[in-house]
């Protein structure tokens, strides 16, 4: 009689990333990989950008140097990228503090949320981009 009425359990299997990359999320999903990314490339690259701040803060002379760095197309796309992933993760924090006060937990308010944040984002990198290459 055990035997009829024993039960089925999930059977979990190990994934590898191909199998992952495979997977069909929606735009509220990949706003929220996203957001995990960019948050882990701030947390590395901060070492980085403080010792910039603290090399320019240093000396008339370091702060030249590091703003004839800024002449070189390069690392101003460096730092147009950099910007894209400051104001996407700031955005996409805004985006998760509206849905903890349970704003926008519907399908369609997420993915309302998702778009306005990609395009936030964007728009506002393309402003730093426009300073940065000179435009205004």
């Known amino acids: 009689m055990a035997e009829a009425v024993k039960k089925l359990r999930p059977e979990y299997r190990n994934i590898n990333i191909r199998q992952i990359l495979m997977l069909r999320l929606p735009l509220a999903g990949r706003v929220s990989i996203l957001h995990r990314i960019s948050g882990a490339l701030l947390f590395f690259l901060l070492p980085l950008v403080l010792y910039l701040l603290e090399q320019s803060l240093n000396s008339e002379l370091n702060f030249a140097f590091l703003k004839a760095c800024f002449s070189y197309p390069l690392v101003n796309l460096v730092a147009v990228v950099l910007s894209w992933v400051y104001l996407f993760h700031f955005c996409a924090g805004l985006r998760h503090l509206l849905l903890d006060m349970h704003y926008a937990l519907t399908k369609r308010g997420s993915k309302q949320t998702s778009i306005l944040v990609l395009v936030v984002s964007s728009i506002l990198t ?11």
Do not use: D, E
């Open 126 to 136: 393309i402003a730093v981009a426009f300073k940065l290459f000179g435009a205004f």
